[in-house]
Nanobody, 119 residues
Framework: QVQLVESGGGLVQPGGSLRLSCAASGDIFSIYAMNWYRQAPAKQREFVARITNGGTTNYADSVLGRFTISRTNAKNTVYLQMNSLKAEDTAVYYC?????????????WGQGTQVTVSS
Protein backbone atom coordinates (compact mmCIF):
# COMPACT_ATOMS: atom_id res chain seq x y z
CA GLN A 1 0.00 0.00 0.00
CA VAL A 2 1.06 3.58 -0.64
CA GLN A 3 0.12 6.56 1.50
CA LEU A 4 -0.18 9.95 -0.18
CA VAL A 5 -0.23 13.38 1.45
CA GLU A 6 -0.92 16.47 -0.65
CA SER A 7 -0.04 20.03 0.26
CA GLY A 8 0.26 23.45 -1.35
CA GLY A 9 -3.33 24.32 -2.06
CA GLY A 10 -4.87 27.66 -1.23
CA LEU A 11 -6.48 30.82 -2.52
CA VAL A 12 -4.88 32.61 -5.45
CA GLN A 13 -5.94 35.40 -7.79
CA PRO A 14 -6.56 34.74 -11.48
CA GLY A 15 -3.26 34.71 -13.34
CA GLY A 16 -1.38 33.61 -10.26
CA SER A 17 0.59 30.46 -9.53
CA LEU A 18 0.58 27.61 -7.03
CA ARG A 19 2.73 24.55 -6.57
CA LEU A 20 1.15 21.38 -5.25
CA SER A 21 3.18 18.61 -3.66
CA CYS A 22 2.32 14.98 -2.97
CA ALA A 23 4.55 12.92 -0.71
CA ALA A 24 4.34 9.16 -1.13
CA SER A 25 5.36 6.57 1.42
CA GLY A 26 5.04 2.83 1.73
CA ASP A 27 5.48 0.52 -1.28
CA ILE A 28 6.75 3.26 -3.60
CA PHE A 29 8.92 0.86 -5.59
CA SER A 30 5.80 -0.65 -7.16
CA ILE A 31 4.68 2.72 -8.56
CA TYR A 32 4.74 3.06 -12.37
CA ALA A 33 2.81 6.33 -12.78
CA MET A 34 1.99 9.34 -10.64
CA ASN A 35 -1.03 11.47 -11.50
CA TRP A 36 -3.00 14.52 -10.53
CA TYR A 37 -6.77 14.66 -10.79
CA ARG A 38 -9.21 17.35 -9.77
CA GLN A 39 -12.87 17.62 -8.89
CA ALA A 40 -14.83 20.84 -9.05
CA PRO A 41 -18.13 21.29 -7.20
CA ALA A 42 -20.97 19.34 -8.82
CA LYS A 43 -18.60 17.88 -11.42
CA GLN A 44 -16.95 14.53 -11.93
CA ARG A 45 -13.33 13.98 -11.03
CA GLU A 46 -11.14 14.61 -14.07
CA PHE A 47 -7.59 13.81 -15.11
CA VAL A 48 -5.09 16.68 -14.99
CA ALA A 49 -1.57 15.34 -15.52
CA ARG A 50 0.55 12.18 -15.42
CA ILE A 51 4.22 11.31 -15.18
CA THR A 52 5.48 7.78 -15.72
CA ASN A 53 8.55 6.02 -14.39
CA GLY A 54 10.31 6.83 -17.64
CA GLY A 55 9.53 10.52 -17.25
CA THR A 56 6.85 10.69 -19.93
CA THR A 57 4.26 13.34 -19.17
CA ASN A 58 0.68 13.80 -20.31
CA TYR A 59 -1.72 16.65 -19.69
CA ALA A 60 -5.38 17.41 -20.04
CA ASP A 61 -6.00 19.86 -22.87
CA SER A 62 -7.43 22.37 -20.41
CA VAL A 63 -4.10 22.73 -18.56
CA LEU A 64 -1.59 22.12 -21.36
CA GLY A 65 0.99 24.89 -21.44
CA ARG A 66 0.03 26.19 -18.00
CA PHE A 67 0.67 23.25 -15.66
CA THR A 68 3.83 21.19 -15.27
CA ILE A 69 4.12 17.85 -13.51
CA SER A 70 7.44 16.66 -12.12
CA ARG A 71 8.76 14.28 -9.50
CA THR A 72 11.84 13.51 -7.46
CA ASN A 73 14.19 10.81 -8.74
CA ALA A 74 13.30 8.71 -5.72
CA LYS A 75 9.65 8.76 -6.92
CA ASN A 76 8.51 9.66 -3.47
CA THR A 77 7.25 13.17 -4.27
CA VAL A 78 5.30 14.47 -7.24
CA TYR A 79 4.68 18.14 -7.93
CA LEU A 80 2.20 20.12 -9.96
CA GLN A 81 3.32 23.62 -10.88
CA MET A 82 0.24 25.61 -11.85
CA ASN A 83 0.69 28.93 -13.67
CA SER A 84 -1.73 31.37 -15.26
CA LEU A 85 -4.49 30.05 -13.06
CA LYS A 86 -8.11 30.61 -14.05
CA ALA A 87 -11.32 30.56 -12.10
CA GLU A 88 -12.23 27.29 -13.80
CA ASP A 89 -9.16 25.67 -12.21
CA THR A 90 -10.90 25.90 -8.84
CA ALA A 91 -11.27 22.37 -7.51
CA VAL A 92 -10.04 19.84 -5.01
CA TYR A 93 -6.83 18.39 -6.42
CA TYR A 94 -6.03 14.75 -5.74
CA CYS A 95 -2.77 12.91 -6.04
CA UNK A 96 -3.01 9.40 -7.46
CA UNK A 97 -0.47 6.66 -8.05
CA UNK A 98 -0.75 3.49 -10.11
CA UNK A 99 1.30 0.48 -9.18
CA UNK A 100 1.61 -3.18 -9.89
CA UNK A 101 2.17 -6.00 -7.44
CA UNK A 102 2.58 -9.26 -9.31
CA UNK A 103 -0.19 -9.36 -11.91
CA UNK A 104 -2.44 -6.97 -10.05
CA UNK A 105 -2.84 -3.26 -10.69
CA UNK A 106 -3.63 -0.86 -7.84
CA UNK A 107 -4.55 2.79 -7.50
CA UNK A 108 -4.02 4.85 -4.37
CA TRP A 109 -5.43 8.30 -3.66
CA GLY A 110 -4.53 11.18 -1.41
CA GLN A 111 -7.02 13.12 0.66
CA GLY A 112 -7.06 16.11 -1.67
CA THR A 113 -6.08 19.75 -1.38
CA GLN A 114 -8.34 22.69 -2.19
CA VAL A 115 -7.32 25.18 -4.87
CA THR A 116 -9.46 28.29 -5.19
CA VAL A 117 -8.84 30.84 -7.93
CA SER A 118 -10.72 34.05 -7.22
CA SER A 119 -10.24 37.78 -7.07
Amino acid sequence: QVQLVESGGGLVQPGGSLRLSCAASGDIFSIYAMNWYRQAPAKQREFVARITNGGTTNYADSVLGRFTISRTNAKNTVYLQMNSLKAEDTAVYYCNVRRTVGDLDYADWGQGTQVTVSS
